[in-house]
């Protein structure tokens, strides 16, 4: 049984080798504003959610053909601070305005996953689910803020920061699953997993020596 992630974080790819996967990666390329601009009001789990299972939809009608016995697993992370769902800020300026409202401030990283089960190039099984993770964040000082900044790294990640990353020493602490605000909820997609009748261990693959 292979699993395709349908991503292209290496957060998320380091995170499931570590957790011992060996995941194939197939980017979907969707419109992710555009499927945000097409729902009416969303509240945060249904938007994070809609994108998630955008992204595996797309996978599944690119690879299925290829696939005899497989799971697709497609992710979406947003942060919402002060009752604004954002992602991925794109530029310095618009990260600049968002660690403005995060310093000092605490916001609720919700990850959204999508699981497919695909047999024999058909989709027999899926499940969607969300995680929610209390972020508190730090204030970095003008200095420290500008050289994140020019590091790249907040540019292209969910809500302007990292946790295992250099956006890790601006975090003070989390309540709720850490794998979740790398991008990934470890045990969200476990139990996702289950519903579509398939165990992690499935999945692990042998300590290399």
């Known amino acids: 049984m292979r699993l395709v992630l349908a991503s292209q974080s290496p957060a998320r790819l380091a995170l499931l080798r570590a957790a011992g996967f060996d995941p194939s990666v197939v980017v979907s390329g969707v419109d992710e504003d555009a499927i945000a601009a097409s729902l009416t009001d969303p509240e945060p789990e249904e938007l994070v959610t809609a994108l998630a299972s955008a992204k595996g939809n797309a996978v599944f009608t690119e690879v299925a053909g290829a696939l ?60 969607a689910g969300t995680q929610r993770t209390t972020v508190h964040f730090g204030h970095p000082s003008d200095e420290e803020l500008e050289a994140y900044l020019a590091s790249g790294e907040p540019l292209q990640v969910a809500g302007a920061f990292t946790l295992d990353g250099l956006g890790g020493w601006f975090v003070e602490g989390i309540e709720g699953d850490p794998s979740s605000v790398i991008g990934l909820s470890l045990p969200l997609v476990r139990r996702l997993l289950a519903e579509v009748g398939v165990s992690v261990v499935d999945f692990w693959t042998p300590p290399t020596s």
């Open 68 to 127: 005899s016995d497989a799971v697709i697993v497609a992710c979406d992370s947003m942060l919402n601070i002060g009752g604004e769902m954002v992602g991925k800020p794109g530029t310095p300026e618009v990260a600049r305005r968002r660690w403005a409202a995060m310093a000092g401030n605490s916001g609720d990283l919700i990850t959204g996953h999508a699981v497919i089960r695909v047999e024999n190039g058909h989709r027999t099984k899926e499940a």
